[in-house]
Nanobody, 119 residues
Framework: QVQLVESGGGLVQPGGSLRLSCLASGNFLSIRAMSWYRQAPGKERELVARVDDGTGTFYADSVKGRFTISRDSAKNTVALQMNNLEPEDTAVYYC?????????????WGQGTQVTVSS
């Protein structure tokens, strides 16, 4: 019913920037919150940033001041601008969205996109 597709991952040097994008498509009524998570090798998946269906945002302490989440509700997209990347940012980044399919709201996940920060 719903597909989330991430793009924009890649290999960058420390201090570099990347912009991740996520497009939601399929059969649904509306999207509530949209989020970016990441999972590094040997670690649990963690919430990086979230934007609700209004203007509220949340950022993990580790990325505050460096990452910016934004969304275009009309296009069903969410982006994560990542600046001043550090090696510890290396992870698979996943898009997440709360999607109202019928009267129910369900979480959907993208397939993930690899971000590698290395010199």
């Amino acid at each position: 019913q719903v597909q989330l597709v991430e793009s924009g991952g890649g290999l960058v040097q420390p201090g570099g920037s990347l912009r991740l994008s996520c497009l939601a498509s399929g059969n649904f009524l509306s999207i509530r919150a949209m989020s970016w998570y990441r999972q590094a090798p040997g670690k649990e998946r963690e919430l990086v940033a979230r934007v609700d269906d209004g203007t509220g945002t949340f950022y993990a302490d580790s990325v505050k001041g460096r990452f910016t989440i934004s969304r275009d509700s009309a296009k069903n997209t969410v982006a994560l601008q990542m600046n001043n990347l550090e090696p510890e940012d290396t992870a698979v980044y996943y898009c997440n969205a709360g999607v109202q399919v019928t009267v129910y709201v369900n979480d959907y996940w993208g397939q993930g996109t690899q971000v590698t920060v290395s010199s």
